[in-house]
């Protein structure tokens, strides 16, 4: 295991409330436009707000329930390994993982009326299925992080680069609407009815989302080697786990900012940007801020935040593969987008949430952080930069 | 291409609860006993505490007390610093009866009728919180669900994950609960819980153990097995996965086979190889044998479904581990979907009694 190696990104691909493609993503993050949330066409979704925003063009019959979250990620994956210029041919000469994160797998099957009643299959089979469509003999992972899912996919995929056991991962998360996953929501009181609005001060809740993230990673040393210029690196991926309550988060905040203490490494100061987990949970919200406060110092009210839920809603255990994936947009841009606007800031939120315009990130500090927190107290925080830029 | 490479772990305390007994080869030897109804073997109130423990789903109790006898086995994952404690929640099949009450509570009653006590779980991983909770397991919490095989790729996940600096001692929990009758039904149930650690730092410390653990993951697309072209290319890379796990040996190593295979062309691959490896020249014939009899966790059930759990392999780790001083173990486990793992098990000297290594 070379701790130090250098890990890169080659390849981005998303599917998002807003359409299929990472350039679809961008142009909405740089529009910014208020996205108000669908509700699914499941007539047995008995619950007071079955909102959720929906990945468009996939209707219920061009693609079985059973099936979707395993769609998203697999046309989010086409479009990464495209983009990192690798095909099928290219790929069955290398050592190739594919390690995906979900909240929720594929639930559809397994709830009434959405597939074959009376059977059962597994639910997290999302790499599964990504590995057998694309035909690797490679290394297959499943994981169940909740909404960190796919922050803990991107660290295992890290790993499995530095230790040089795979030449390429394909990695992110993805999720899909499920009824149980929002009736739940709905019992714990947990809904925005009017949108997802994160660091607004009468913000409800959150909205869910469907969507996937998935990035190409391998070390900068094959990139090169293959001819491939990644303009990102995954400087690093950092897990911690609150084990306290099963779905507040740990009231000191002490967990998140370890995190994001070992994702920044000793150079605070080279975070120009922040995706932040950001769900528009009361709590959440504030506790966020503060520990971005703790992490960054007095810079913390300067470094702009694109709050990527505001745009998108919650996509679950996709959202930290998302929030990686815009965390490369800004990074290959140079620009932050302005976040969608707020109506008043809860000033309990000290954070900077420019909306005026794009903005450049924070003077001499080219690294974004994105963070994620899942329900079990799961969190993970990742430091993506321009290759060539400062470091740790 | 040879999997996931994981680094060598110590085990230093195994925990099962099965309804069975609570011994891997209680499970083992029991197996083709009928299967008690999911909660008539096992008594939170007994096994955990008078409180705090009801509304707690059964798969999640079960890791707990699992998680207990791990400790009183000797484990000690408070011999490192809370925040350096990594937690491994393994499971295919989970929660998959609540998910299919709280379906029904929704489609029914309305989401209001759901109980708050439970809701959380949606969220599969919230299985292992009381557990990192109970143990202070502050480091992370990694939930491997890949159908069948979750147990087992834990193993090398967290090999990983210490190689990589993310904690200095593991706790992998592997938990499951029956299929709901109206999903098919069927499944297992009970939970497998060691506690791991680098052999340098236990032998540092004075701990026992029980054996150590080498696995690799790996997965075979099954369309790619219909074909010559396919099949050989799975044979040579289990062939390297089964060297680098065994490495070259003599005529007088001898290695107990434990196999948690389907009917799958997979698993066909898998023990056509696994065969090859060992009985090839310079190899010693190998004891191969069903790690439990039909109706067993992880036995005679079908791919996909029941057979999705995870704990046939880690009862198998368990036993071997666990299992009187004798040769080195392979435990092999394999899917119909494509997953495939292999754990290398050598047992300590003496690990009938007590071992200070």
Same mark, same amino acid.
């Given at each position: 295991?070379?701790?130090?190696?250098?890990?890169?990104?080659?390849?981005?691909?998303?599917?998002?409330?807003?359409?299929?493609?990472?350039?679809?993503?961008?142009?909405?993050?740089?529009?910014?436009?208020?996205?108000?949330?669908?509700?699914?066409?499941?007539?047995?979704?008995?619950?007071?707000?079955?909102?959720?925003?929906?990945?468009?063009?996939?209707?219920?019959?061009?693609?079985?329930?059973? =099936?979707?979250?395993?769609?998203?990620?697999?046309?989010?994956?086409?479009?990464?390994?495209?983009?990192?210029?690798?095909?099928?041919?290219?790929?069955?000469?290398?050592?190739?993982?594919?390690?995906?994160?979900?909240?929720?797998?594929?639930?559809?099957?397994?709830?009434?009326?959405?597939?074959?009643?009376?059977?059962?299959?597994?639910?997290?089979?999302?790499?599964?299925?990504?590995?057998?469509?694309?035909?690797?003999?490679?290394?297959?992972?499943?994981?169940?992080?909740? /909404?960190?899912?796919?922050?803990?996919?991107?660290?295992?995929?890290?790993?499995?680069?530095?230790?040089?056991?795979?030449?390429?991962?394909?990695?992110?998360?993805?999720?899909?609407?499920?009824?149980?996953?929002?009736?739940?929501?709905?019992?714990?009181? !947990?809904?925005?009815?009017?949108?997802?609005?994160?660091?607004?001060?009468?913000?409800?809740?959150?909205?869910?989302?469907?969507?996937?993230?998935?990035?190409?990673?391998?070390?900068?040393?094959?990139?090169?080697?293959?001819?491939?210029?990644?303009?990102?690196?995954?400087?690093?991926?950092?897990?911690?786990?609150?084990?306290?309550?099963?779905?507040?988060?740990?009231?000191?905040?002490?967990?998140?900012?370890?995190?994001?203490?070992?994702?920044?490494?000793?150079?605070?100061?080279?975070?120009? /940007?922040?995706?932040?987990?950001?769900?528009?949970?009361?709590?959440?919200?504030?506790?966020?801020?503060?520990?971005?406060?703790?992490?960054?110092?007095?810079?913390?009210?300067?470094?702009?935040?694109?709050?990527?839920?505001?745009?998108?809603?919650?996509?679950?255990?996709?959202?930290?593969?998302?929030?990686?994936?815009?965390?490369?947009?800004?990074?290959?841009?140079?620009?932050?987008?302005?976040?969608?606007?707020?109506?008043?800031?809860?000033?309990?939120?000290?954070?900077?949430?420019?909306?005026?315009?794009?903005?450049?990130?924070?003077?001499?500090?080219?690294?974004?952080?994105?963070?994620?927190?899942?329900?079990?107290?799961?969190?993970?925080?990742?430091?993506?930069?321009?290759?060539?830029?400062?470091?740790? | 291409?040879?999997?996931?490479?994981?680094?060598?772990?110590?085990?230093?305390?195994?925990?099962?609860?099965?309804?069975?007994?609570?011994?891997?080869?209680?499970?083992?030897?029991?197996?083709?006993?009928?299967?008690?109804?999911?909660?008539?073997?096992?008594?939170?109130?007994?096994?955990?505490?008078?409180?705090?423990?009801?509304?707690?789903?059964?798969?999640?109790?079960?890791?707990?007390?699992?998680?207990?006898?791990?400790?009183?086995?000797?484990?000690?994952?408070?011999?490192?610093?809370?925040?350096?404690?990594?937690?491994?929640?393994?499971?295919?099949?989970?929660?998959?009866?609540?998910?299919?009450?709280?379906?029904?509570?929704?489609?029914?009653?309305?989401?209001?009728?759901?109980?708050?006590?439970?809701?959380?779980?949606?969220?599969?991983?919230?299985?292992?919180?009381?557990?990192?909770?109970?143990?202070?397991?502050?480091?992370?919490?990694?939930?491997?669900?890949?159908?069948?095989?979750?147990?087992?790729?834990?193993?090398?996940?967290?090999?990983?994950?210490?190689?990589?600096?993310?904690?200095?001692?593991?706790?992998?929990?592997?938990?499951?609960?029956?299929?709901?009758?109206?999903?098919? =039904?069927?499944?297992?149930?009970?939970?497998?819980?060691?506690?791991?650690?680098?052999?340098?730092?236990?032998?540092?410390?004075?701990?026992?153990?029980?054996?150590?653990?080498?696995?690799?993951?790996?997965?075979?697309?099954?369309?790619?097995?219909?074909?010559?072209?396919?099949?050989?290319?799975?044979?040579?890379?289990?062939?390297?996965?089964?060297?680098?796990?065994?490495?070259?040996?003599?005529?007088?190593?001898?290695?107990?086979?434990?196999?948690?295979?389907?009917?799958?062309?997979?698993?066909? !691959?898998?023990?056509?190889?696994?065969?090859?490896? %060992?009985?090839?020249?310079?190899? %010693?014939?190998?004891?191969?044998?069903?790690?439990?009899?039909? =109706?067993?966790?992880?036995?005679?059930?079908?791919?996909?479904?029941?057979?999705?759990? /995870?704990?046939? =392999?880690?009862?198998?780790?368990?036993?071997?581990?666990?299992?009187?001083?004798?040769?080195?173990?392979?435990?092999?486990?394999?899917?119909?979907?494509?997953?495939?793992?292999?754990?290398?098990?050598?047992?300590?000297?003496?690990?009938?009694?007590?071992?200070?290594?």
């Amino acid at each position: 295991m070379n701790r130090e190696a250098e890990v890169v990104v080659t390849g981005i691909g998303a599917v998002t409330c807003h359409g299929a493609g990472a350039g679809t993503l961008w142009r909405a993050m740089t529009a910014a436009g208020v996205r108000l949330p669908d509700r699914p066409a499941d007539p047995l979704a008995r619950m007071e707000l079955p909102l959720i925003n929906l990945v468009p063009d996939l209707c219920p019959g061009a693609v079985p329930a059973a =099936g979707r979250a395993s769609r998203f990620a697999s046309l989010a994956a086409a479009e990464a390994l495209s983009d990192a210029g690798l095909d099928a041919a290219s790929l069955s000469t290398l050592r190739t993982a594919v390690v995906l994160g979900s909240c929720m797998g594929e639930p559809g099957g397994n709830e009434r009326g959405r597939g074959t009643d009376g059977g059962w299959a597994p639910p997290f089979r999302l790499a599964t299925a990504l590995a057998a469509e694309l035909g690797l003999f490679a290394t297959v992972h499943d994981l169940g992080n909740a /909404c960190a899912a796919g922050g803990y996919a991107l660290g295992v995929a890290a790993d499995l680069v530095r230790a040089g056991e795979a030449d390429v991962v394909i990695a992110g998360g993805s999720d899909a609407y499920s009824r149980v996953a929002l009736g739940c929501f709905n019992r714990l009181g !947990a809904v925005d009815p009017e949108r997802c609005r994160p660091f607004e001060r009468d913000r409800a809740g959150t909205v869910f989302a469907e969507g996937a993230g998935i990035l190409v990673v391998e070390s900068a040393a094959h990139a090169r080697a293959r001819g491939a210029l990644p303009a990102v690196r995954l400087d690093a991926v950092a897990w911690s786990c609150d084990a306290d309550h099963p779905t507040a988060p740990g009231a000191d905040g002490e967990q998140i900012v370890r995190a994001m203490r070992e994702a920044v490494g000793g150079a605070p100061d080279t975070v120009g /940007c922040v995706v932040p987990h950001g769900t528009g949970t009361r709590l959440n919200d504030v506790l966020e801020s503060r520990a971005l406060h703790r992490v960054l110092g007095p810079r913390a009210a300067r470094v702009p935040l694109f709050s990527l839920k505001a745009l998108l809603g919650h996509s679950g255990g996709a959202s930290a593969a998302l929030g990686a994936v815009a965390a490369a947009l800004i990074l290959r841009h140079g620009e932050i987008p302005p976040n969608v606007p707020l109506k008043e800031q809860d000033p309990e939120c000290a954070v900077l949430l420019p909306q005026d315009g794009p903005v450049p990130p924070a003077a001499g500090a080219g690294r974004v952080l994105v963070n994620a927190y899942g329900f079990g107290g799961n969190n993970a925080s990742l430091v993506l930069a321009r290759t060539g830029g400062e470091s740790r | 291409m040879s999997g996931v490479s994981a680094a060598e772990l110590a085990v230093t305390g195994v925990g099962v609860v099965s309804p069975w007994g609570d011994s891997a080869e209680a499970a083992v030897v029991a197996g083709g006993s009928a299967m008690p109804g999911a909660g008539e073997w096992f008594s939170h109130r007994e096994r955990l505490g008078r409180r705090g423990y009801k509304y707690l789903p059964a798969a999640a109790q079960y890791a707990l007390a699992a998680a207990r006898g791990a400790v009183a086995d000797g484990g000690r994952p408070d011999a490192v610093p809370a925040e350096r404690r990594g937690l491994l929640l393994a499971t295919g099949t989970g929660l998959a009866a609540l998910f299919e009450a709280m379906d029904a509570t929704v489609t029914e009653e309305g989401a209001a009728a759901l109980s708050p006590a439970t809701a959380p779980y949606f969220a599969v991983n919230v299985l292992g919180n009381r557990l990192a909770a109970e143990f202070g397991l502050k480091g992370f919490s990694l939930t491997v669900a890949t159908a069948g095989t979750a147990a087992v790729d834990a193993l090398s996940a967290g090999a990983l994950a210490l190689a990589a600096g993310r904690c200095d001692s593991l706790v992998l929990a592997a938990t499951e609960e029956p299929l709901p009758p109206g999903r098919g =039904g069927g499944g297992q149930q009970g939970s497998v819980v060691f506690t791991l650690e680098p052999p340098a730092a236990a032998r540092s410390r004075g701990a026992r153990v029980h054996g150590t653990v080498r696995a690799r993951s790996l997965f075979l697309p099954p369309g790619a097995l219909r074909d010559f072209e396919g099949r050989s290319r799975a044979a040579g890379l289990l062939a390297g996965a089964l060297t680098d796990l065994l490495g070259e040996r003599t005529r007088d190593d001898s290695v107990d086979v434990h196999l948690d295979l389907d009917g799958s062309t997979v698993s066909e !691959a898998v023990a056509l190889a696994v065969a090859g490896a %060992t009985t090839g020249a310079g190899r %010693t014939a190998l004891g191969s044998h069903p790690t439990a009899p039909a =109706g067993a966790p992880g036995t005679g059930l079908p791919a996909g479904a029941a057979g999705a759990g /995870c704990l046939g =392999g880690a009862l198998a780790v368990a036993h071997a581990v666990t299992a009187p001083h004798g040769p080195e173990r392979l435990v092999v486990c394999a899917s119909g979907a494509g997953h495939v793992a292999l754990v290398r098990v050598v047992p300590s000297p003496s690990s009938t009694g007590a071992v200070a290594c």
